[in-house]
């Protein structure tokens, strides 16, 4: 399957709880986020045949904050996936925040034993985005809840990786203050496609405070192409901003917030 087809497959399957038949064994990936946890299911070709998704709190700054609620959550959603496919998961990928200390890798594994999961392989979120988009070379700029990750990539793997607190929490934070209103109405009206024009002249001076974020980290650098992704690039004009302050191309996917758990599922070596 074409990639971009896989993942517009994949974002698809989350969102209706719909299932593909798979051809040969099937393979989960957990993606532990600051505002979203994902579990994907691929099958023996990397094809997508399942996703499930919650709303979380249980990571913070890259580390799980909430260590029962997060044990709890890829618990249900595995069983979930596991009634609606027909199989069973012992082992499972799991995703970390690039660059993180051993101690921080070991929290997020843990997560998965606890879970009933041994852990198949521990991917860096970027890696695992880059393997959903095809790239191997090239930069990818994760614009999540809490942070911006901009991360270069070199043979598919980890060149260098920066993170820094601006996400889409900012963004709420600054609606709700210019609107007086609270965080959660204020979260709410950032993703109403209805006022999309005013949510984007609020949350601008954010983007490109992002976009300077990653503009920094990749002067100097000789790369090649530039993805954005994480949900906070939802924002429908999110990647022109990025292309207006990196004077570059920007290429965003359909549904950003699903190259990283998807990639996480995914055999990088199939
Ligand atoms: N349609 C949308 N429009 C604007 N923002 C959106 C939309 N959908 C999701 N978001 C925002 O995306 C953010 C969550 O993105 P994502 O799931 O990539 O973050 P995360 O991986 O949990 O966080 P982090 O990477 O910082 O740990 C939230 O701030 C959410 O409000
Ligand atoms: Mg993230």
Redesign the pocket.
Known sequence: MEQRNALERFAQLVRTGAVDPGDGAVRLGV????????LAVVDGTNAPVAGAWRH?SV????VVVDWLGAVSSVSDLKSELEGRIGATFDRAAVTV?PGVDEGTRKVFTNVLEAAGLGVSEVVD?PVAAATALGLTDGAVI????????VSLLRDGAIGFSVDQAT???H??LVISGAKGIDYEEA?QF??S?AQADL?FGL?RPTLEKMATIAADALRGHDVREIHL????????R?AEVFEGVLGEPVRRPAH??FP?PYGTAMRRTP
């Open positions: 993606d532990l986020g600051t505002a979203n946890i994902v979380s990571v913070r700054d890259g925040p979120e994760d614009i999540g809840h809490g942070t911006t990750g996400g889409g929490h963004m709420t979260e950032k993703t496609t949510v949350v992704v994480g949900g906070a690039s939802t924002l429908p999110a950003p917030l990283t």
